[in-house]
């Protein structure tokens, strides 16, 4: 057996509702005991002094680009960029070439994740191919072990496949994820239609083209009571729309990225490629009304939407490069900086978004930092000042907009599938 004693640590779990300075034994990837002036002659001592445990983050929107385009980003890369950003499980996105559309594929993700320190639980499509079309062979999915359906990067529009979509994976317990925009309004745009647009001279994507299909989609979610959570939302619309679903007691979820918390489409003014992403920067009221809807709970968690790119994609014409961020290694920086120390949400609302929600809305076993469950710990400086730099990222891929950016707060480890990764 193997065993680790984290000493001196402040634990803050909001499912125990626990937040005490103590130390923690882990025998064999269980956590064995808790409590102040612990020992153990046989236990690797680690001294967290200034560091907080947490149950581990949970990332439910992420693109690992395997199989088929392993030079952006494969599982193992990517499970090494999550662990570096405190992550111990993602989900991964079906935009993969073969799309995440039968058992084979999903068992595929599995077995390329068998043995790694981050759980990978993969989202399968729900049409075939993500044509938006036919459904995709859902019951089957699902046993293999999908934990959602969405056709990431392709919004399912046709409102019949819609319907019995939420119709069947209401009855596996399954959300529908949607990305919501209009296709025959977006297409062609580079980024938010504002003034910002008008000026640069570049095509533009209304804030109408989510707006729109989210309220749609909300409608049929209640007509066929389904399960249906929104990827990235970006708007003040539709987290107005967000909100009055949940007023009215339907099973309506949503996600906010980091970037849409932090930057406006005035960054595009740069020209510079790492500041495209779909849906794009907002204004100024859409980053304050995203903030306001993760401090009322409208949006139930926070995701990166981590879409790596190799830099020869993204070093074109703003218009020519692909829509996509990483997000995996800067999202605790970003969450702590933003949110954290402007006091729009405590330490333990913030691990609920970041760890708690996002295990809820996929089905994925609860985590509880006590005696007798696995151990599975993100471990945090909260107070930890930083530059980003991605050069020194484990991702494949070096397409972030916060290069350069000073932020507080940075994972120092996470322990998961009895394996202690730490920082650097």
Known sequence: MTSILFKNARIVDPVTQTDTEQDLLIVDGTIERLGPGLSSPDAEEVNLRGKTIVPGLCDMHVHFREPGFEHKEDIRSGSAAAAAGGFTAVACMPNTHPTIDTAAVVSFIFQKAQGLPVDVYPIAAITKDRKGESLAPLLEL???GAVGFSDDGSPLFNTKVLRIALEYASMLDVPIIQHAEDPNLFTGGAMNESIVSTELGLPSIPRLSEDAVVSRDIMFTAYV???YHLAHMSTSGAADAVRDAKARGLRVTAEITPHHFTLTDEAVRSFDSNFKMNPPLRTADDVRAMKEALRDGIAD????????HATFEKE???VYA????????TAVGLAVTELLQENWLTLPQL??????????????????????MKANLTLLDL??????DVHRFKSKSRNSPFHGMTLTG???????NGQLVLAD
């Open 225 to 227: 009571n389904g399960r």
């Open 410 to 416: 940075k994972p120092v480890g996470i322990y998961n």
């Open 322 to 329: 692909p829509f996509g961020i990483i997000g995996l290694e």
């Open 301 to 308: 968690a926070i995701a990166t939407d981590h879409a790596p």
């Open 351 to 372: 691990i609920e978004k970041l760890s708690t929600n996002p295990r809820r809305i996929l089905g994925l076993p609860e985590l509880r930092i006590e005696e007798g």
């Open 316 to 318: 074109v014409e703003f």
């Open 142 to 144: 699902r046993e293999a």
């Open 383 to 388: 107070e930890a000042q930083w530059t980003v």
